[in-house]
C-alpha cells in the first residue's frame, strides 16, 4: 500500500475528528463510518433540462422520480444556490443533479456531469 504523505494526514485528520461526531448521534452506534456520510444530506437525482433562467438562477427541470422525497416524474423548477451553476447546464441536457433543502424548499446545490447532451441541430 501506498500513501501520499498529504493523503496520510488527510486520514489522520479525519480519523482524528471520528470522535467528536461520534458524539453527534445515537443513531448507528454501531457503525460510526455512517455518520461521516449522513453528514451530507444532498439528494441525489436526475432529469431533463428544460429551461435556464440564470438572473433568476433557477432551472426548469423535469426530474425522474425521487422516491427519497416520495415525488414523481414531474417538470418544476429548481432555485440554484449559486447563479453561477446555471453556467453548468443548458437547455436539453439530461442531468444529474443534487438537492439539499432550503426552508420548506429544495435547492440545486450541485450538477453532475451531464449523462447525455443534445447535438446541436
Ligand atoms: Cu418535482
Sequence with gaps: MTMSFSAALQLALIMASVPALAF???????????????????????????????????????????????????????????RALADQVKEGDTVEFFLEKFGSDYIIVKFGKPTSTKASP
Excluded: Q, S, Y
Aim: proline share 12%; charged share 20%; aromatic share 6%.
Design 24 to 82: 453527534a448521534g445515537e443513531v448507528f452506534p454501531d457503525m460510526p463510518g455512517t455518520k461521516i456520510a449522513a453528514a451530507t444530506t444532498a439528494i441525489p437525482a436526475t432529469g431533463v433540462v428544460l429551461k435556464v433562467d440564470r438572473d433568476n438562477a433557477m432551472v426548469k427541470i423535469n426530474h425522474d422520480p425521487i422516491p427519497v422525497l416520495d415525488w414523481p416524474r414531474m417538470t418544476m423548477p429548481f432555485h440554484l444556490k449559486e
